[in-house]
């Protein structure tokens, strides 16, 4: 096969996405309570030192200088800088400045998200999402980071994949706190966006007082690929536009349009969301059949293709085209650009990761040669780190962690991919290189 040079735009940035509760250690959240149950995490380990990223983020950081990063996407913990409702750990404070300071001193731009997944105890026992306050119990952090961190140019992530957190805390009971109520599911989804629109208003408004240009901010979403078990069923057809409008949708509409959509909210107004989007983070790892004889809400879905490549632990299967026709979906719905916030793959073998990531980038092209903005590519992600309910069996690294001495040590994708930071390009010599070997 005939490969060519597939370059980027100018001003792409490029670089990699991590989260708290997956590298640093030392949290006290409602995960690592969960963690403590026997047989919530795959590989009976837990997230207590995690990659010990919170003591190593320098070093951390000189590895993804070396690798030629020029973003780095990373979250903050909640309940490390609020560990009782109201009451602030200065402390914590300063320890992220730091992280933020070593990032700026590797001139890498940093990219912070608010909320990754995890939230502090006392918010959890308040009734997490589904209690109607969530959202402006959430905004004073908001508040608080957005005023201790203002001086440094960041680019903001409100809420990471809402969507997630709805279907797999409360919709398939997979993670905390194990609720499988679609209705609840809606609940959580609708007091996410609000709490997306209280995030975004806080931030600008800190931005105001201080008079300074006001920032970057988008939520970040997980995007399927829905298909049907079979295209020449209309049921199946349908179920994958049932899907793909939930899931991939609804929820990126509101924030956009100012609204809590049905059938989350009731169509009205939320004025907190106004200009809450300046573009879509937009993470996308796979794609997913799906079909009308099966019971989808149950978990039940067809077997898988076995001719194509899977992640590690989470069984994802391989499926780069799905990445373009998202993106032109994204492309023609909104009238936003899109920065695709996460992108990877769990391997313990790094050709796989290799081929996944050219396969992918490839994709991303074609979708920008057909007139779909995107912004940059990350990632995810730069080391190896805590895969939420899989542990540390799902290696999604660049870097390989040894989990005993918790050494670092760049694997070849490492390699690859700065090479395709350094050249802005896929360039033909890459691709053959490492997909014809
Ligand atoms: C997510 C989270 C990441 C995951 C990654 C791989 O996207 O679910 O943002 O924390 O680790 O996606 O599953």
Request: charged fraction near 25%; hydrophobic fraction near 35%.
């Amino acid at each position: 096969m005939a490969y060519r040079d597939l370059e980027f735009p100018e001003n792409f940035l490029w670089g990699s996405a991590a989260a708290a509760h997956q590298t640093e250690g030392g949290n006290f959240n409602n995960w690592t309570e969960w963690e403590k149950i026997p047989s919530k995490i795959k590989d009976g380990s837990n997230s207590s030192i995690a990659c010990d990223h919170y003591n190593r983020y320098e070093d951390d950081f000189d590895l993804a200088k070396k690798l030629g990063h020029q973003v780095h996407r990373f979250s903050i913990a909640w309940s490390r800088l609020e560990p009782e409702q109201g009451k602030w750990d200065e402390s914590e404070i300063d320890h992220y400045r730091s992280v933020l300071q070593a990032l700026v001193d590797r001139d890498i731009q940093p990219m912070v998200t608010l909320h990754h997944f995890t939230e502090p105890v006392w918010f959890r026992d308040l009734g997490s999402w589904l209690n109607p306050k969530s959202p402006e119990i959430f905004a004073p952090y908001c508040r608080k980071v957005a005023e201790a961190y203002s001086d440094f140019d960041i680019i903001w992530n409100t809420i990471n994949e809402p969507m997630v957190v709805t279907t797999m805390g409360y919709v398939f009971g997979e993670f905390p706190p194990e609720e499988k109520d679609f209705g609840k599911g809606l609940t959580v989804a609708k007091h996410l966006l609000m709490a997306h629109g209280q995030a975004a208003t806080q931030v600008r408004q800190v931005y105001d007082e201080i008079g300074r240009e006001q920032p970057q901010i988008a939520p970040v979403i997980s995007v399927s690929h829905f298909m049907p078990a079979d295209s020449e069923n209309d049921d199946d057809l349908e179920l994958v536009d049932y899907l793909d409008e939930l899931y991939n949708h609804v929820w990126i509409r509101g924030a956009i349009e100012g609204i809590l959509p049905e059938p989350a909210g009731d169509g009205s107004r939320y004025p907190p969301l106004d200009n809450s989007v300046d573009f879509i983070g937009l993470n996308y790892y796979s794609r997913m059949v799906v079909s009308s004889e099966l019971d989808f809400m149950a978990g039940d879905m067809p077997p898988k293709d076995p001719e194509l490549e899977r992640c590690e632990g989470l069984d994802w299967e391989v499926y780069p085209e799905g990445y373009y026709q998202v993106l032109q979906s994204f492309g023609k719905k909104y009238d936003k650009p899109i920065f695709l916030t996460e992108n990877g793959i769990g391997t313990s073998d790094d050709e796989v990761r290799q081929r996944y990531i050219i396969n992918h980038l490839q994709e991303v092209h074609r979708a920008i040669q057909d007139g779909v903005e995107v912004l940059g590519y990350l990632v995810w992600s730069l080391t190896d780190n805590f895969e939420w309910a899989q542990g540390f069996s799902s290696h999604f690294g660049l870097v390989e962690v040894d989990y005993e001495t918790l050494e670092r040590k760049p694997r070849e994708s490492a390699y690859m991919f700065k090479g395709i930071i350094e050249q802005n390009a896929l360039t033909e010599d890459i691709q053959e290189k490492y997909l014809l070997d």
